[in-house]
């Protein structure tokens, strides 16, 4: 599996545009891209997955160039309860069947 | 659906004893994960079935662990003999399909003293 990179933490305030850049140099041609959210004392949260270009959904946008070597989770206008943990995941799900795994992720915290 | 159910939420044994969790998939959910969360290793997948079948056992840790999947509502993870650094929260997922996303359960939080 693609070896992830992204920030430990981030702080942003209310209302602001939080963008998390995760790297995957070694980012394969049948591997997608996949973001969860993780508030503490729960389970993680399917954010967005996407494959290339851009994907947007009601909670996120994700971002993916070209080359496919980063991608750029987008949250806009964030609020307190956007708090948590995100975590980018990078995988083969055909051939390795649907094997997650979680990097470090990047701490987001949302000031008032 | 009631999502993803875990139980017990709160585990507190005494090192040498024998320990199960407990978790119910989403039904008609395929694949089945075990996760392990702790400060210092973060999130590991420890084992994985589809179809009830473990296709993926590399990630558990030792021979006293163990997971089974009956049939497709119920699955456990055994620990025996448990041990302190055993303790972490433990999470189940399931997923409908290999491409799909993974639904997770509340955790189980395990102490070993």
């Known amino acids: 599996l693609a070896k992830t990179t992204q920030p430990i933490s981030m702080d942003s305030y209310e209302g602001q545009e939080v963008n998390i850049t995760c790297s995957h140099n070694n980012i394969a041609t049948n591997d997608y891209i996949t973001w969860y959210q993780q508030f503490p004392s729960q389970g993680p949260r399917f954010i967005i997955q996407g494959y290339k270009t851009k994907v947007t959904n009601e909670v996120a946008s994700l971002f993916i160039p070209a080359d496919r070597k980063s991608s750029t989770l987008s949250l806009p206008r964030v609020s307190l309860s956007d708090t948590a943990v995100y975590y980018c995941?990078?995988?083969?799900?055909?051939?390795?069947?649907?094997?997650?795994?979680f990097g470090g992720g990047t701490r987001v915290l949302v000031k008032p | 659906d009631a999502g993803v159910i875990q139980s017990p939420r709160h585990e507190v044994t005494e090192m040498g004893q024998e320990v199960t969790l407990r978790c119910k998939p989403i039904s008609g959910h395929d694949y089945l994960f075990w996760y392990r969360q702790t400060m210092m290793r973060g999130l590991e997948l420890l084992i994985y079935?589809?179809?009830?079948?473990?296709?993926?056992d590399s990630g558990m840790p030792e021979d006293r662990f163990s997971a089974k999947m009956p049939n497709a509502s119920f699955s456990t993870l055994k620990i025996q003999p448990s041990e302190p650094r055993d303790s972490a929260v433990y999470f189940c997922?399931?997923?409908?399909?290999?491409?799909?996303?993974?639904?997770f359960g509340q955790g189980t939080r395990l102490t070993v003293v």
């Open positions: 995941l990078v995988g083969d799900w055909e051939a390795a069947g649907n094997k997650l795994t």
């Open positions: 997922a399931s997923s409908r399909t290999g491409e799909d996303e993974a639904f």
């Open positions: 079935f589809n179809n009830n079948v473990p296709i993926d």
